[in-house]
């Protein structure tokens, strides 16, 4: 499975939630007091409740949600392991 087969998974209308996730999870990152552990969980949370507002209250909008969550999540691993000096 390719990269292009994960995003042709995902409602075209809803890469905004995705980049909206990735700044999202940023955010988190760089504040102090949440947990590293708990960003893919509030990521997740507010993809699918911005699918449910987008495509309206369905399975298949949570489970866009989920995709959406764990694209942005991936990207920015993919991102951040790819670019940053390894020691």
């Known amino acids: 499975m390719t990269w292009e087969?994960?995003?042709?998974l995902i409602d075209p209308k809803l890469m905004?939630?995705?980049?909206a996730c990735w700044v999202?999870?940023?955010m988190l990152k760089?504040?102090?007091f949440v947990p590293d552990w708990t960003i893919v969980y509030a990521v997740t949370a507010v993809a699918i409740i911005s699918t449910c507002f987008i495509l309206g209250?369905?399975?298949e909008s949570v489970?866009?949600?989920v995709l959406c969550g764990a694209v942005s999540v991936y990207g920015s691993q993919l991102v951040k392991q790819t670019f940053t000096k390894r020691n």
Do not use: E, S
Not at 5 to 8: A, L, S
């Open 5 to 8: 087969d994960i995003i042709d």
């Open 16 to 19: 905004i939630v995705v980049a």
């Open 24 to 26: 999202i999870g940023y």
């Open 30 to 32: 760089q504040t102090p």
């Open 57 to 59: 209250f369905h399975v």
């Open 63 to 65: 489970l866009q949600g």
